[in-house]
């Protein structure tokens, strides 16, 4: 433990130096003054560990030292032991508001002195496990950001999303049903048209957090339709609906919308996120359609939503007018 | 005690005696003028300084009287340092107090003198 010691008395540095290095702390600095030991910290490289202040010095006192190094000179969370004669125990108050951690007496009782330097001893080793354990959080958490950040474009895999599924095995989904299973399955594909500026701005976690969250609004608003999703890179959402859907999209943009403002998400900086959802596009299985038509579609749609995303933000339907999808054959079963 | 520390503080020992003798002819020579009309603050506050010092020490290399006297003429010139204007003339527990200090400070020199230690 780097130590130092501040008393305008040097026969008391003799005095600490033995004591000191008696309990094994031989790694000792001494300063006569406040000035000097200002002088001492913002020289060296290393910060010390443990400060023993004393109280009554000519020039800055030390409380109005204990006060810099707490304020000023980043020593934040080090042990500081002030030293006092007995007669003068009614500095202490001021001592600790300027944040001292501990006191001793002069005449110095050689036990006791040791004693709380071992204390102080043990603080700073906590306080530097606990240091080193927020530099080791820290760099794993950057770690983890970098390997979770993804382009723009790629798409996202939502595991944690029930429903949720990689684009490639949706499009399995959809090549394996056949002509007839295909007709009424309704193809959806929503978008986030802040996404670029949501993509920049997020970090990585909070990033797949928000298309996991989107995700989730979306498969809420069709609640009841069996949807199948896939993220489809550039905020862009496509739905197969196997029971095909009827109702108006907007709304269910809207009602996807609603349920995503409605969890009050923030960005790392406590501003909140907004992003409302635009439907990008929909079609309708047929009788004729086959699973390969399907997933042309879904790549049409798919494409569509990213490349809009990617613009600026425009509604879909510029002149108001709702689209409905018809079902051929309601609630159509495979 | 260990015997290192026993050691350094016999080393020690000697360089606080010296520093004793001085505060002993300091302290000669501004008692008189405490009971006179000489400016009393600064007066004060050197003697509260020298009581500090000597308190802090003295107890420590062994001299437990003496630290203890110096505790108390420190705590007696606490209040008269700290106030503006302090009351003519001084309490005499005051200076009771600097010189039962002084009666033990002149003591412990004699004792610590070549002639007492067969130096």
Same mark, same amino acid.
């Given at each position: 433990?780097?130590?130092?010691? /501040?008393?305008?008395?040097?026969?008391?540095?003799?005095?600490?130096?033995?004591?000191?290095?008696?309990?094994?702390?031989?790694?000792?600095?001494?300063?006569?003054?406040?000035?000097?030991?200002? !002088?001492?910290?913002?020289? /060296?490289?290393?910060?010390?560990?443990?400060?023993?202040?004393?109280?009554? !010095?000519?020039?800055?006192?030390?409380?109005?030292?204990?006060?810099?190094?707490?304020?000023?000179?980043?020593?934040?969370?080090?042990?500081?032991?002030?030293?006092?004669?007995?007669?003068?125990?009614?500095?202490?108050?001021?001592?600790?508001?300027?944040?001292?951690?501990?006191?001793?007496?002069?005449?110095?009782?050689?036990?006791?002195?040791?004693?709380?330097?071992?204390?102080?001893?043990? $603080?700073?080793?906590?306080?530097?496990?606990?240091?080193?354990?927020?530099?080791?959080?820290?760099?794993?958490?950057?770690?983890?950001?970098?390997?979770?950040?993804?382009?723009?474009?790629?798409?996202?895999?939502?595991?944690?999303?029930?429903?949720?599924?990689?684009?490639?095995?949706?499009?399995?989904?959809?090549?394996?049903?056949?002509?007839?299973?295909?007709?009424?399955?309704?193809?959806?594909?929503?978008?986030?048209?802040?996404?670029?500026?949501?993509?920049?701005?997020?970090?990585?976690?909070?990033?797949?957090?928000?298309?996991?969250?989107?995700?989730?609004?979306?498969?809420?608003?069709?609640?009841?339709?069996?949807?199948?999703?896939?993220?489809?890179?550039?905020?862009?959402?496509?739905?197969?609906?196997?029971?095909?859907?009827?109702?108006?999209?907007?709304?269910?943009?809207?009602?996807?919308?609603?349920?995503?403002?409605?969890?009050?998400?923030?960005?790392?900086?406590?501003?909140?996120?907004?992003?409302?959802?635009?439907?990008?596009?929909?079609?309708?299985?047929? !009788? !004729?359609?086959?699973?390969?038509?399907? /997933?042309?579609?879904?790549?049409?749609?798919?494409?569509?939503?990213? /490349?809009?995303?990617?613009?600026?933000?425009?509604?879909?339907?510029?002149?108001?007018?709702? $689209?409905?999808?018809?079902?051929?054959?309601?609630?159509?079963?495979? | %005690? *260990?015997?290192?520390?026993?050691?350094?503080?016999?080393?020690?020992?000697?360089?606080?005696?010296?520093?004793? @003798?001085?505060?002993?002819? *300091?302290?000669?020579?501004?008692?008189?003028?405490?009971?006179?009309?000489?400016?009393?603050?600064?007066?004060?506050?050197?003697?509260?300084?020298?009581?500090?010092? %000597?308190?802090?020490?003295?107890?420590?290399?062994?001299?437990?009287?003496?630290?203890?006297?110096?505790?108390?003429?420190?705590?007696?010139?606490?209040?008269? @340092?700290?106030? @503006?204007?302090?009351?003519?003339?001084?309490?005499?527990?005051?200076?009771? *107090?600097?010189?039962?200090? %002084?009666?033990? %400070?002149?003591?412990?020199?004699?004792?610590? *003198?070549?002639?007492?230690?067969?130096?």
């Amino acid at each position: 433990m780097k130590i130092l010691a /501040v008393d305008d008395d040097v026969l008391i540095h003799g005095v600490l130096r033995t004591v000191l290095a008696g309990a094994g702390y031989d790694d000792v600095s001494f300063a006569a003054s406040a000035n000097e030991a200002r !002088m001492l910290v913002g020289a /060296v490289s290393a910060p010390y560990d443990a400060y023993l202040l004393d109280i009554q !010095m000519p020039g800055d006192d030390g409380i109005a030292l204990c006060r810099w190094l707490r304020k000023e000179a980043g020593c934040r969370a080090e042990p500081i032991i002030m030293i006092t004669s007995m007669s003068a125990k009614t500095f202490l108050d001021g001592a600790f508001q300027a944040g001292a951690t501990d006191y001793v007496t002069k005449p110095f009782d050689v036990t006791e002195l040791a004693t709380r330097i071992r204390q102080a001893d043990r $603080q700073s080793q906590a306080n530097r496990r606990i240091r080193d354990d927020a530099i080791r959080l820290r760099a794993l958490k950057a770690a983890l950001e970098d390997m979770r950040r993804v382009d723009l474009t790629a798409s996202v895999a939502l595991d944690d999303v029930d429903g949720a599924l990689e684009p490639l095995a949706l499009e399995n989904y959809l090549l394996r049903l056949g002509r007839g299973d295909l007709a009424g399955t309704s193809l959806i594909a929503f978008r986030l048209p802040g996404i670029t500026r949501l993509h920049a701005r997020l970090a990585a976690t909070a990033y797949r957090d928000l298309l996991a969250d989107a995700a989730e609004s979306i498969l809420a608003a069709l609640q009841g339709s069996g949807a199948l999703l896939a993220h489809a890179g550039a905020g862009a959402f496509v739905t197969v609906l196997p029971r095909g859907f009827e109702a108006d999209l907007d709304e269910v943009a809207a009602l996807a919308s609603q349920v995503l403002d409605d969890l009050g998400l923030i960005d790392d900086t406590g501003l909140p996120i907004a992003a409302p959802f635009v439907v990008a596009g929909a079609h309708h299985c047929g !009788m !004729m359609t086959s699973g390969r038509d399907a /997933v042309g579609v879904l790549h049409a749609l798919s494409a569509r939503a990213r /490349v809009d995303s990617l613009e600026p933000a425009e509604p879909v339907h510029q002149d108001g007018a709702r $689209q409905r999808f018809g079902l051929v054959r309601p609630f159509a079963r495979r | %005690m *260990s015997a290192v520390l026993k050691t350094t503080i016999d080393r020690l020992k000697p360089r606080f005696i010296v520093n004793l @003798t001085e505060w002993q002819a *300091s302290f000669r020579a501004l008692r008189p003028e405490l009971s006179g009309d000489a400016d009393l603050p600064p007066l004060l506050h050197e003697l509260r300084f020298a009581t500090h010092r %000597m308190a802090g020490l003295a107890g420590t290399l062994g001299f437990r009287a003496l630290g203890r006297l110096a505790q108390q003429a420190e705590a007696q010139l606490v209040p008269l @340092t700290d106030a @503006t204007a302090p009351a003519r003339p001084l309490p005499p527990a005051v200076l009771a *107090s600097l010189d039962a200090l %002084m009666r033990e %400070m002149d003591r412990v020199v004699a004792d610590a *003198s070549p002639a007492r230690t067969g130096r």
